[in-house]
């Protein structure tokens, strides 16, 4: 009897600690796949300062046209889409470049590894949330969003 008993305890130990081996790495499988998953960053985030020990943040002349510089923080891209090769990118500049007056362009995420498919960058928030909502007219820019880089 001492001797079932025994068998039991020890079988029950067995199972139990190849359960929690098999929990653990289907756990980290899951992780895996959620790290896998691109998601849009939300277009109101601030972005990080680049160095908080000065006290004044220097402004960036961006040029718009060879005449005119512009004073600005930020440019501001309308993003139409994000690819995870650059034949898909290209293949999505054909297919639509017809449908709208501006130039689209391709740029590499190399944080994220995606082809980014954006319009030229905007000074002002206004004019890229002008364009971004014109855009969303057309069925294969319903997705389009505005990402702000600082320059």
């Known amino acids: 009897m001492k001797k079932y ?27 895996q796949k959620k790290e896998e998953v691109y998601v849009f960053d939300d277009e109101n985030q601030t972005p990080p300062k680049v160095n908080e020990a000065t006290t004044e943040e220097p402004k960036n002349t961006v040029v718009i046209n060879e ?17 995870s090769t650059r034949e898909k990118a290209e293949k999505f500049i054909k297919e639509n470049q017809k449908k709208i007056t501006n130039k689209m362009d391709i740029q590499y995420d190399q944080a994220k590894g995606f082809y980014i498919v954006q319009l030229s960058p905007y000074t002002t928030k206004e004019e890229a949330q002008s364009v971004r909502d014109e855009l969303w007219k057309i069925k294969a820019f319903k997705d389009a969003w505005i990402r702000e880089d600082i320059k």
């Open 5 to 31: 008993l025994l068998l039991l305890v020890f079988f029950s130990l067995l199972v139990g600690c190849s359960g929690s081996k098999e929990t653990e790495q289907t756990t980290d499988q899951k992780e």
């Open 67 to 83: 005449e005119t510089p512009v004073q600005n923080e930020y440019l501001y891209f309308v993003q139409v889409g994000a690819y």
